[in-house]
């Protein structure tokens, strides 16, 4: 009796509820991965790649396996069950439209399907608001509920996941040919090698370890500190489920504000199943006019508007697939509500260059700046001048991401238009007081 284990987003065997359910059957298990066009890894491939590559490690060395192929999901996955004779395939619910797809296409094979929690912390729709809804509109009521919560305990690894005989050694029925040909950094469309942040579960434990050690303490003050970087920078592990945010949740107790943001992603999780179009159209709508300046949308994205602090956010996006989380808020307010551009073009450039790009964590951020979303913030703009003065006190971000400002003191390199414009560097594509 064979059950296919389908990965996606949770690359990991450790807190893998639907891995640990399978290798307790007392059946065969077949791990899968499938490289789906129609989820392009963009930026993210070299850390994808890095993530399949340790997970068929840690499969292997639990007696076990990775088999990747190419193609359409539900289609690969299918086709894998009649070459094993699997009966079921086990998989993480997901929430996202595509995923959701996905789930709805499976379920109509002749195949049994089975949905487990393990992608977020608390799963959506367990809890729901007391005045009836399918979803938490507001983030507060639902942190009250979500603390309050009773959660699952953190699984151990199978210690064995038993492949079926043939497939034990040399991967007969040409199942090696997804393996090798689909491992390869350089075969994944779209790829470009990231220098600084290697993928995978290992890589994910040592960095959460590292932040339970020296990083939690100093998070509730240091958090919005740009040039300190003291946040736990364990998104794209938990984008990618290297990381089971449960498990990470596990290392500080509820109120800490660190577990307070994991509930932040817990909860655009749960709106994005209720609201599928999270990406796409506004949550709560709000009539406006978008301006329509393509001049100024690629300057945002190349980090040349000539506001230091807004070019300092973007180069660091542009540099490391990845952005301080005031950052974002800064350079996403800029766009949206100095600029007038419509939210939307800025969460397609987020989508494709983050490391953590997350149709709901994306989504919901960006409703949320454009004022669209849960929370709606009417009227209310950022001053990326009184942020920087605020967040960046002596300029350190401004000075690591814009070396054209690098030779600058703090007020000047914040304003440099002050002095006359500094040679290369922009003059700002708005006024700001
Ligand atoms: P920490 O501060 O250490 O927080 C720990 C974890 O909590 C994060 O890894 C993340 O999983 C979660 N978290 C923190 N803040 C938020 C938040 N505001 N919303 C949801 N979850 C949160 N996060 C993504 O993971 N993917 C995205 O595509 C994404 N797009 C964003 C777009 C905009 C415009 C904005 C303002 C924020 C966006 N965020 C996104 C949220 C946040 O900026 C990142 O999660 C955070 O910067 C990641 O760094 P960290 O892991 O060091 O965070």
């Known amino acids: 009796d064979t059950v296919i284990v389908l990965f996606t987003r949770d690359l990991r065997v450790r807190d893998h509820p639907a891995l640990t ?28 790649t890095d993530c399949l ?67 977020t912390i608390v799963p959506p729709r367990e809890l729901l608001p007391s005045g009836g809804g399918d979803h938490y509109r507001v983030f507060t009521p639902y942190w009250r509920a979500w603390a309050a919560h009773p959660r699952r305990p953190v699984l151990p690894a199978p210690s064995r996941v038993p492949l079926p ?21 350089g075969d994944l469309p779209g790829h470009a090698p990231h220098p600084a942040l290697r993928g995978g579960e290992p890589a994910a434990r040592a960095r959460l370890e590292l932040w339970r050690r020296e990083g939690l303490d100093g998070y509730a003050d240091g958090h919005d500190d740009l040039a300190g970087d003291r946040t736990s920078r364990l998104s794209p592990y938990l984008r990618f489920g290297c990381l089971s945010p449960l498990e990470a949740a596990c290392v500080a107790p509820v109120e800490h504000p660190f577990v307070r943001q994991l509930c932040w992603r817990d909860f655009f999780h749960q709106v994005t199943l209720a609201f599928p179009a999270i990406c796409r ?3 709560r709508p709000r009539p406006r006019r978008w301006r329509d300046d393509a001049e100024a949308v690629s300057a945002w994205k190349a980090g040349m508007t000539g506001i230091p602090i807004v070019d300092a956010g973007m180069r660091q996006l542009l540099a490391e697939g990845w952005m301080h989380n005031r950052a974002r808020m800064i350079v996403a307010d800029y766009l949206v509500n100095h600029l007038g551009v419509d939210w939307r073009v800025g969460a397609a450039h987020f989508f494709d260059l983050l490391l953590d790009g997350d149709v709901a964590d994306n989504g919901g951020n960006w409703q949320w700046i454009a004022g669209t979303g849960n929370s709606p913030r009417p009227g209310r703009v950022l001053n990326p001048l009184r942020q920087a003065r605020r967040f960046d006190p002596v300029s350190g971000y401004i000075h690591r991401y814009v070396p054209e400002l690098s ?8 304003e440099p238009w002050r002095i006359g414009g500094v040679r290369g560097y922009p003059a700002p594509l708005t006024a700001l007081e």
Do not use: N, Q, W
């Open 53 to 119: 590559a340790d997970l068929r490690a840690s499969l292997r060395a639990r007696a076990g396996d990775l088999l990747v192929r190419r193609g359409d999901t539900v289609a690969e996955t299918m086709r894998l069950a009649a070459e094993v004779g699997a009966s079921e395939v086990y998989a993480s619910a997901d929430v996202s439209a595509l995923a959701r797809g996905r789930e709805r296409r499976l379920a109509g094979e002749r195949i049994g399907l089975r949905l487990f929690p393990g992608l």
């Open 281 to 283: 159209r506004d949550y």
């Open 21 to 48: 359910a399978a290798c307790a059957r007392g059946g065969h298990v077949v791990p899968l991965f499938v490289l789906d066009p129609k989820v392009p890894a963009g930026r993210r491939a070299g850390f994808l």
């Open 407 to 414: 030779g600058l003191v703090p007020a000047e390199a914040r």
């Open 165 to 185: 005989p043939g497939l034990e050694h040399g991967l007969e029925h040409g199942l090696e040919h997804g393996l090798e040909h689909g491992l390869e950094p």
